[in-house]
C-alpha cells in the first residue's frame, strides 16, 4: 500500500475514525471511566497507545527502549488528573505528527530496516515502512475502542464518522 493511504489512515480517513477527534475535548470524567466489564477506561487506552508510538519512534531512532516483560507493563494502573489527561491527550497529537512526518519519508528511508529490540521482532518485516503500518493498525484497533466505550456513555458526538 502506498504512502498516501498510510498517511490518511493515521489521520482517520476512509472507514477509520479521526484518532484525535476521538479524544480531543472529552473531558476526563468521561475518559476516565471504566464502564463495567470493560477493562480500560479511554484514558489508559489513550496512555497505551501513546506507550507504544513512544516505544517504536524511539526504535526508530536508533534507541534500544527495553521491551516490556508483560503487556500488563504498557497499561497504566493509575488514576489520572485533569492535568494528567490533558498531557495524555497532547502527547497523542504530538506522536502522531511525528509518527505523520516519518509517514512522508522517501523510499529510501521508508525501505531502511529498524533495529530489533525483541526476539520476537525477528519474525516480522522491520522496516521503517512496516513499523509504521504496525502502528497504524494498532491505533485503528484501540480507536475503535475509544468510539465504542464514547458510543456506550452516549458520548460519541454526531458526524465524526460514517453514520450511513
Known sequence: M??????????????????????????LELAGQRLKGQPFSIAQIVWHMNYWMDYELRRIGGEAPVYPEHATESWPAQLFTTSEWDRIVARFAHLLVEISALAKSDTEVLNKEVKTTHAGHTQIASSLLAVLWQIVAHNSYHVGQIVLLRRMMNAWPEGLGDTW
Open 2 to 27: 502506498n504512502q498516501e493511504v498510510l498517511i490518511e489512515l493515521l489521520h482517520g480517513k476512509g472507514s477509520h475514525a479521526n484518532p484525535i477527534v476521538a479524544v480531543q475535548g472529552l473531558p
